[in-house]
T-cell receptor, first 111, second 114 residues
Framework: SQQGEEDPQALSIQEGENATMNCSYKTSINNLQWYRQNSGRGLVHLILIRSNERENHSGRLRVTLDTSKKSSSLLITASRAADTASYFCATGRFANNDMRFGAGTRLTVKP | EAGVAQSPRYKIIEKRQSVAFWCNPISGHATLYWYQQILGQGPKLLIQFQNNGVVDDSQLPKDRFSAERLKGVDSTLKIQPAKLEDSAVYLC????????????FGAGSRLTVL
């Protein structure tokens, strides 16, 4: 079964606005990662947060993790049309660090 | 550094036929994953290898799917016989760090079963 579930399923914003996507998961994890997938392409790693961290940043990306609520959020600031893509969270469990993905959030950034 | 190589990029077969996909991970990456991504869904983990040993194959439909990584480098995923619901993109990913497991994905192999 999939480990994470993203919310919302789809998000449409104007260029320059911020986009927030959420991920909930079920079991204890070692780390949580976010990936981007442009239409018809492979997935690209964006950012990682470990289970003992609460927040991490990379450029315009900010990820938070709340292990008590088993949830994470990805914030993309000052969005661009090029950010239009599907975004997936993936969780790795302590036992074997298998990486399991959610169903994704489809982000559309309108110019 | 060369990326994760997959072939073929596209394959069309009829149901009950067999098909094989090949993946060559980034050099030195010990961990290799196969995922199945059905249109509109997230990637589903099929099997995870650490070197040439299987770490997790709990979601692999073993009655029709098989995978091997004989020398701990490249890997083959086979489907026999194929069903209509196997139509999907098969993604291969590799990782060098078992602690964090940041994945590098290949472009995928798109399978259409008629």
């Amino acid at each position: 079964s999939q480990q994470g579930e993203e919310d919302p399923q789809a998000l449409s914003i104007q260029e320059g606005e911020n986009a927030t996507m959420n991920c909930s998961y079920k079991t204890s994890i070692n780390n949580l990662q976010w990936y981007r997938q442009n239409s018809g392409r492979g997935l690209v790693h964006l950012i990682l947060i470990r289970s003992n961290e609460r927040e991490n940043h990379s450029g315009r990306l900010r990820v938070t993790l709340d292990t008590s609520k088993k949830s994470s959020s990805l914030l993309i600031t000052a969005s661009r049309a090029a950010d239009t893509a599907s975004y997936f969270c993936a969780t790795g469990r302590f036992a074997n660090n298998d990486m399991r993905f959610g169903a994704g959030t489809r982000l559309t950034v309108k110019p | 550094e060369a990326g994760v190589a997959q072939s073929p990029r596209y394959k069309i077969i009829e149901k009950r036929q067999s098909v094989a996909f090949w993946c060559n991970p980034i050099s030195g990456h010990a961990t290799l994953y196969w995922y199945q991504q059905i249109l509109g869904q997230g990637p589903k983990l099929l099997i995870q290898f650490q070197n040439n040993g299987v770490v997790d194959d709990s979601q692999l439909p073993k009655d029709r799917f098989s995978a091997e990584r004989l020398k701990g480098v490249d890997s083959t995923l086979k489907i026999q016989p194929a069903k209509l619901e196997d139509s999907a993109v098969y993604l291969c990913a590799s990782s060098s760090d078992p602690g964090a497991n940041v994945l590098t994905f290949g472009a995928g192999s798109r399978l259409t079963v008629l």
